[in-house]
Nanobody, 122 residues
Framework: VQLQASGEGSVQPGGSLRLSCAAS????????VAWFRQAPGKERAIVGA????????YYADSVRDRFTISRDNAKNTVFLQMNSLKPEDTAVYYC????????????????WGQGTQVTVSS
């Protein structure tokens, strides 16, 4: 599956953004999807994940209660709604897909979208 992430932007602290991850060449409905982020000088880290049905979600402690992952399989798209953004959320965000499980490590995911920049600054 080929993934395309979109929704990059720059917001002030406390603001919101919604990222989208759209699939092409294959249906996304059989894939578990995760969002990762990578800040300058840091390793790529899990933000959250959603299983193929949408019935299970996982969030990193740093974003729980602020970020929400959802999916619309009819539109072949997964969303990352980010609220109450903080400067430490500034990073390049990536979506990734796997048919083999919902994991927190990048190695679980075989298909990756290009990164999309999120900047939180006053």
């Amino acid at each position: 599956v080929q993934l395309q992430a979109s929704g990059e932007g720059s917001v002030q602290p406390g603001g919101s953004l919604r990222l989208s991850c759209a699939a092409s060449r294959s249906t996304l409905s059989t894939y578990n999807v995760a969002w990762f982020r990578q800040a300058p000088g840091k390793e790529r880290a899990i933000v959250g994940a959603i299983d193929w049905s949408g019935g299970y979600t996982y969030y990193a402690d740093s974003v729980r209660d602020r970020f929400t992952i959802s999916r619309d399989n009819a539109k072949n798209t997964v969303f990352l709604q980010m609220n109450s953004l903080k400067p430490e959320d500034t990073a390049v965000y990536y979506c990734a897909a796997s048919e083999s499980g919902v994991g927190i490590h990048p190695t679980t995911y075989k298909s990756w979208g290009q990164g999309t920049q999120v900047t939180v600054s006053s």
